[in-house]
C-alpha cells in the first residue's frame, strides 16, 4: 500500500473540512488509492495549532508554512488559509515538488493566480498535481445534470439561471474577518461564493464568455473580531466594539452570455436571511429543464418537454446508491450525504489522481479561468458596461 504524508496549513474552517475528507477517504472508498499520513498541521497562532495537532491527529504542529513547504517527507500540501497567502506557499510547494489542493477563490489578486497556473503548467508533466477545491460540482444530482446535458436530454441549451444566497452576515453585528477586507481576501461574496456557482455553471453550460453586472456593499462597516479564524457569524458583537469598514462586495448580481450561445444569470450574497447555503441551477434547454438547490442536495429536479402536456412538469430524482460514488458512500438509497461526504469524495478523486498521474478538471488553470471570470464581473460593475471575460 502507498502512503502519502499529508502538511496541512491552516487549521479554521476549512482545515477541519479538509480533514474530514482525508481521514474518512479510505473509510468510504476501499480500497484506497494510497493511505494518508497526517503529517503536520500548521497555523500562525501557537494555540491553534497544538490544539489542531491533537484533535486532527497529526504527528507534528508548526506555526511557518515554510517548515512543511520544505520538509522532504511531506508529499500532499493542502492551503486553508485566507486567500493572500495562497500563491507564495502554493507556488513554493509545487516548485519542492509537492501535491497541491487549495481552497477556493484560488487567490486574492489576479497576478497571484496567474503565478499559481504558471507554477502548476510547469509542474504538471512531472504528474504534479494542482487541484482548486471547487467541490459543489461533485453533488451527484449535479453530476447526474451533467450526464442529461452530454447525452442531449435538454436538447439545447438556452438559459442558466443560477444563485448562491447565505445568511451568516446578514446581520450587522456579526463580525468583521479577513473576510471582509479586500488586503486579505481579494474580493467579497463575488470570490468567496459567486466562485462556486461560476464553476458549476460553466462545468453544465460550458465557458462565460461576457458579463454585465451590479455589485453592492450594503453593510460598509462591522465590529472587529479577535483573532484570525473567521467566526463565519456565530458570533454577534455590541456597539462597543471596534469597528472598521468592509472594502468588499457584499453581493452581486450579473447577466452572462456563454460561449456557445446560451445566457443566463448569476446572483451571490451573504446577506439573504432565510438562505443558509441556497446554490441553485436552473436551466432551460430546448428539450427540458432541470432545478439543483443546495438546501435539497440529494435531489435533481427534471421536466422533460416530451411528456404529454396533461402530465408534464417537475419530477424529482433522489440521488443514491446509483449515482455519482454512491456505490462508496452509502448503499441504502435515503441514507443522504452531506457536506462531509463532498470533502472526501474531493480527497478521493485528488488522491487518485495523484496515484495515476492524471490532471483534475479544477486544476489551478481553471482556477485562474474563474478568478478572470469574477474579475470581469467586478470590471463590470464599475464601467456599466458589459465585459468581455479576459484571456490569459
Ligand atoms: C463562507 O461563505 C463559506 O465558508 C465559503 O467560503 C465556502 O466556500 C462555502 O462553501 C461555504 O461558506
Known sequence: MKYLNVGLIGAGFMGKAHCVGFSNMPKLFWPAPAMLKMKTICDIEKDIAEEAKIRFSFEKCCTDWRDIVNDPEIDIVSICTPNNAHADIAVAALEAGKHVICEKPIASSLEDAKRMAEAAAKTKDQGIISLCAYQYRDVPAIVLAKKFINEGSLGKILNVRCTYLQSWSADPDSPLSWRFQKEIAGSGTIGDIGSHVIDIAQYLAGDIKEVVSTVNTYIDNRPVQEGGVDLLGTVKL????????????????????????????????????????FITIELHGTAGSIYF?????????VCWASDPDD??????????????????????????????????????????????????????????????????????????????????
Open 238 to 277: 455590541g456597539a462597543d466594539a471596534k469597528h472598521e469598514d468592509v472594502d468588499v462586495d457584499d453581493e452581486n448580481l450579473f447577466l452572462v452570455k456563454f460561449e456557445n450561445g446560451a445566457v443566463g444569470s448569476i446572483e451571490a450574497t451573504r446577506n439573504a436571511w432565510g438562505r443558509n447555503n
Open 293 to 301: 438547490n443546495y438546501e435539497r442536495l440529494n435531489e435533481l429536479q
Open 311 to 392: 402530465r408534464r412538469g417537475f419530477k424529482t430524482i433522489y440521488t443514491g446508491p446509483a449515482h455519482f460514488y454512491g456505490d462508496a458512500t452509502w448503499n441504502i438509497p435515503g441514507m443522504n450525504i452531506g457536506y462531509g461526504e463532498l470533502k472526501t469524495i474531493e480527497m478521493f478523486d485528488f488522491v487518485k489522481a495523484i496515484v495515476s498521474g492524471e490532471q483534475l478538471p479544477t486544476n489551478f488553470e481553471r482556477g485562474y479561468q474563474i478568478e478572470r471570470v469574477c474579475d470581469t464581473v467586478l470590471k463590470s460593475a464599475k464601467t456599466g458596461q458589459w465585459e468581455t471575460v479576459t484571456e490569459e
